[in-house]
């Protein structure tokens, strides 16, 4: 404690504290290493020890006796004693197969916590965690649409969820609502099984490949963009529109009423061609 740090040593700011979770022989060896690259000396490590330690750890350093600690290996031998009991709590592949999607867990949700603890996994096969994060999907559709899909990979199931975190959002923002007959109706035959739509409740098509909900979508963005846009003084342009329209409002008694907006709409039945392929686009 009589040493005195050199001058120009500086602290390390990318090692996180050890708060007794994880393996201590690990973190012992993971500090050595990298203060014996920065030149540090057996005093140094003794010193500088105490900062890389939080909660129960600190406590068990300031409970040491007083002039017990002479080298770095009286203070790391007894310390890794001490806390071995904490490896026990280190997560393995195994554990990922508990890890399961809460009943009103959003997917945003679940997946962000199955993948803080995957990370923490060391050497985790990609196969392992690929058929882990399938199996803690709640039962439901999405979960038919991986089973029918079988993604290979962990990006071609991210692909997959991501149409379903961004309608889950969309329709979350109470600004858009699916249809109130939604899930009821029955899938088409022939309909596409490994696509599911979760906006309408169906297979066939995706979320991103569905003609309505992208327009709904579009509808929203169009919504949020004038609203940041009526916060800004309207141009001369915008005043000879809106005095064009109170025209046109007014009444003309030289001519008879005629409709306040048109409402252009798609029909359910196939405009020419039959059931194809092709009509269907």
């Not at 300031?62 to 770095?72: K, N, T, V």
């Not at 559709?141 to 975190?165: D, H, L, N, S, V």
């Not at 109706?185 to 906006?199: E, I, L, Q, T, V």
Request: aromatic share 8%; hydrophobic share 30%; proline share 6%.
């Amino acid at each position: 404690m009589n040493f005195v740090l050199p001058r120009r040593f500086t602290l390390l700011t990318t090692l996180t504290p050890y708060d007794g979770l994880g393996d201590p022989k690990k973190y012992i060896k993971k500090l050595t290493s990298i203060m014996i690259v920065k030149g540090a000396s057996d005093k140094v490590l003794c010193r500088c020890f105490p900062s890389y330690l939080d909660g129960p750890t600190l406590d068990w350093f300031c409970s040491l006796p007083a002039g017990s600690i002479s080298r770095f290996r009286d203070l790391s031998k007894p310390f890794e004693e001490h806390f071995v009991g904490s490896s026990i709590y280190l997560h393995d592949s195994d554990y990922l197969n508990t890890i399961k999607q809460g009943h009103h867990e959003s997917l945003r949700d679940y997946m962000t916590r199955f993948t803080k603890i995957a990370m923490s996994i060391p050497d985790l096969y990609l196969e392992v965690e690929l058929h882990a994060i399938k199996s803690g999907l709640r039962p439901g559709k999405f979960q038919k649409t991986i089973a029918i899909a079988k993604p290979k990979t962990m990006a071609e199931f991210r692909e997959k969820a991501k149409g379903q975190i961004d309608i889950e959002e969309i329709l979350n923002s109470k600004l858009i609502k699916p249809p109130r007959k939604a899930g009821s109706y029955p899938d088409s035959k022939g309909a596409d099984r490994s696509k599911y739509c979760s906006f309408h409740q169906k297979h066939g098509d995706t979320t991103d490949e569905c003609v309505i909900a992208k327009s709904r979508q579009g509808h929203l963005d169009k919504y949020i963009g004038g609203h940041i846009q009526g916060r800004a003084p309207p141009s001369s342009d915008q005043i000879s529109a809106t005095q064009h329209s109170r025209d046109k409002d007014r009444p003309n008694n030289n001519h008879p009423e005629q409709p306040r907006c048109i409402i252009n709409c798609i029909s359910r039945r196939f405009a020419g061609g039959g059931a194809t392929t092709s009509a269907r686009k």
